[in-house]
């Protein structure tokens, strides 16, 4: 739920071989009530048992009217382990944040949106962010909910260390005085 009220679109993966679970359901839902445009990826798509067909008619059970039946949810039928689809993907990922009219201000004071925090026992309290817009650089002050410091330390998705950090980019701050809510 927390990811999909931070994130401007949300990617839901189903497996072609097991259609959609539970916690499809339950992704869909926290989709749904975050107001974010879906985009389903369907992987597997290169096993036996992959049956797209069948995956998108279950998507209509939950209101989720994919392109093909008429509707306005962007499908791309993708094998990871192939390596198949995934231009696709980065294609209709970059039209629906067209569409929405997605853009953010690299150029102004970095904000963003904690998504979890932990203490780590050697290094104190930790942040993991997403910059909404702006960017955040190594040493910049900061200021999460009641908790403000100093960054010391950044790390990328990657778990690189990162000197600045622009829109859209998660990152793990280190140097806050407490432990931000998400």
């Known amino acids: ?66 392109e093909s039946y008429g509707g306005d949810i962007v499908v791309v039928e993708v094998s990871a382990l192939q390596k198949e689809g995934i231009d696709d993907l980065l294609e209709a990922i970059l039209l629906v944040a067209e569409v929405e009219g997605f853009v953010a201000n690299p150029d102004k004071a970095g904000a963003g949106v904690v998504i979890e925090s932990h203490v780590d026992q050697k290094r104190g309290p930790l942040a993991s962010v997403i910059i909404r817009s702006g960017q955040v650089h190594l040493t910049d002050s900061i200021v999460i909910g009641t908790n403000r410091g100093r960054i010391r330390a950044m790390t990328d998705g990657f778990g690189q260390d990162a000197k600045v950090a622009g829109p859209s980019t998660p990152v793990q701050i280190l140097g806050l005085d407490g432990l931000p809510e998400p």
């Open 1 to 66: 739920a927390r990811g999909a009220q931070a994130t401007d679109i949300a990617i839901l993966l189903i497996a072609a071989d097991d259609g959609v679970l539970p916690q499809t359901v339950e992704a869909i839902e926290h989709a749904k009530a975050a107001a974010v445009p879906i985009i389903v990826v369907l992987n597997k798509i290169d096993l036996p048992g992959a049956d797209p067909e069948r995956v998108k008619a279950q998507l209509t059970e939950h209101d989720l009217i994919v």
